[in-house]
């Protein structure tokens, strides 16, 4: 069956980081996630403890580089792996664990600026929440954003309260729309991180936040599965039969369900996610990455579907 869709030169029929980094740059261009030593306003108790119940002790931050290492010697060390993967790649440093604004903007400039040295980089993300964007942070990445490609990553995860509570997300969905007004008026590249599969969460909900955030000014969108890693409070709630996992099957339905509703130029940056498998509790299926994938590459072909199908 022929493929439909405009933003793609393979099989899928949604518009991946791929597929943009290679129009963009023209060569293979790989995040490097680094860990900057941040923490986050619902850690250290300004906004809250314990931080997001879903959270590992690294901020999110699992396959990011070691901390107790300097940022250089983080991105050295993860590029020379990547290195004999791919030939003639450029890098884009990840700014990944925990949350990455939250902290003194001279702080902020001197790791951002140092990362920017680094060889054969051609941009920076930084992933960070909404309410920990000052309007001198916000007025500083609308400079780095033009003098180097720059996405910032805000992690929302559903545009409803009910379930932020439930998480200990420590903001509201308000919350976060003031915090993305301040980058989309700079014109900043923003990415919203989602994920599927909160406790109490039904699938129309989990659709109507792809539906929200579709009518917004988004240049990516990373779609997360719920997993659950040892050691979390929700870990502890599963273990107390509090909530269930999504299937496979489930999860894969209810991706490309919410893939219709965004608009064909939205850039998907992930689909699936998955943990440590020494520190994963579940879903096991979440460690077959590119099964997931491929399921959702054949539900969009059986469907005669494709990314932004229904988007009004």
């Known amino acids: 069956m022929e493929n439909p869709f405009l933003y793609s030169d393979t099989n899928k029929r949604y518009h991946t980081f791929n597929f943009f980094l290679k129009q963009k740059f023209g060569c293979?261009?790989?995040?490097?996630?680094?860990?900057?030593?941040?923490?986050?306003?619902?850690?250290?108790?300004?906004?809250?403890?314990?931080?997001?119940?879903?959270?590992?002790?690294?901020?999110?931050?699992?396959?990011?580089?070691?901390?107790?290492?300097?940022?250089?010697?983080?991105?050295?060390?993860?590029?020379?792996?990547?290195?004999?993967?791919?030939?003639?790649?450029?890098?884009?440093?990840?700014?990944?664990?925990?949350?990455?604004?939250?902290?003194?903007?001279e702080v902020l400039k001197e790791k951002f600026e140092e990362a920017l040295t680094f060889p054969d980089v051609v941009g920076l993300a930084i992933a960070t929440r909404a309410d920990c964007i000052s309007d001198a942070v916000a007025d500083y990445l609308e400079e780095l954003s033009q003098r180097t490609y720059l996405e910032v990553e805000l992690g929302l995860q559903s545009v409803h309260d009910v379930t932020g509570e439930r998480i200990n997300r420590c903001h509201t969905y308000d919350d976060f729309?003031?915090?993305?007004?301040?980058?989309?008026?700079?014109?900043?590249?923003?990415?919203?991180?989602?994920?599927?599969g909160l406790p109490g969460e039904n699938r129309e909900m989990m659709l109507e936040t792809a539906r929200r955030l579709s009518h917004l000014n988004l240049h990516s969108v990373k779609i997360h599965l719920l997993h659950v890693l040892k050691g979390t409070v929700m870990a502890q709630q599963l273990e107390a039969g509090e909530f269930d996992l999504l299937s496979r099957e489930k999860y894969v339905s209810i991706v490309c369900d919410q893939l219709e509703l965004f608009p064909a130029e939205v850039v998907i940056q992930r689909v699936t996610g998955d943990g440590e498998k020494e520190s994963l509790i579940g879903p096991e299926w979440s460690l077959k990455k590119l099964c997931v994938m491929n399921e959702i590459d054949k539900e969009l072909v059986c469907r005669n579907s494709y990314q932004g199908k229904y988007f009004k």
């Open 28 to 105: 293979k261009v790989a995040k490097i996630s680094l860990d900057a030593g941040f923490t986050c306003p619902n850690i250290d108790g300004s906004k809250g403890v314990g931080g997001c119940t879903y959270c590992s002790a690294k901020g999110s931050g699992d396959f990011a580089g070691d901390k107790t290492l300097s940022l250089r010697e983080q991105f050295e060390q993860i590029r020379k792996m990547m290195g004999k993967k791919w030939a003639n790649t450029k890098y884009i440093p990840y700014f990944q664990a925990h949350t990455n604004t939250y902290a003194p903007l």
């Open 177 to 196: 729309l003031k915090g993305y007004q301040k980058l989309s008026d700079r014109g900043i590249n923003i990415c919203v991180h989602i994920i599927d």
